[in-house]
Nanobody
Framework: VQLQASGGGLVQAGGSLRLSCAAS????????MGWYRQAPGKQRELVAE???????NYADSVKGRFTISRDNVKNTVYLQMNSLKPEDTAVYYC????????????WGQGTLVTVSS
């Protein structure tokens, strides 16, 4: 599975951005797609994930502000980010978990989100 992410950029605090990530290759085997982020000097952390069937999982820090969605026809996952804060500044990475015993993980290239105060 190959992932192509887009949509990062610079936004003022309180603004919005939408990230997109398109999957190709063995997309039929994807079990879950999500977004992680890594801020300078910090570990990569889960932001949001959507599993087959639509179940979602969010980091506490983004609940109520970010929404993850998935278009199964386009094999694309979106992250709508509203009410952005400076602490949301990070490189955001798309992730797909695919296969079944074993399950593999694929990463897209990072996209930088910068939120100015």
């Amino acid at each position: 599975v190959q992932l192509q992410a887009s949509g990062g950029g610079l936004v003022q605090a309180g603004g919005s951005l939408r990230l997109s990530c398109a999957a190709s290759g063995s997309a039929f085997s994807i079990q879950a797609m999500g977004w992680y982020r890594q801020a300078p000097g910090k570990q990569r952390e889960l932001v949001a994930e959507v599993r087959n069937g639509g179940r979602t999982n969010y980091a506490d820090s983004v609940k109520g502000r970010f929404t993850i969605s998935r278009d199964n026809v386009k094999n694309t996952v979106y992250l709508q980010m509203n009410s952005l804060k400076p602490e949301d500044t990070a490189v955001y990475y798309c992730n797909a978990k695919y296969g079944n015993e074993p399950t593999y993980s694929s990463w897209g290239q990072g996209t930088l989100v910068t939120v100015s105060s």
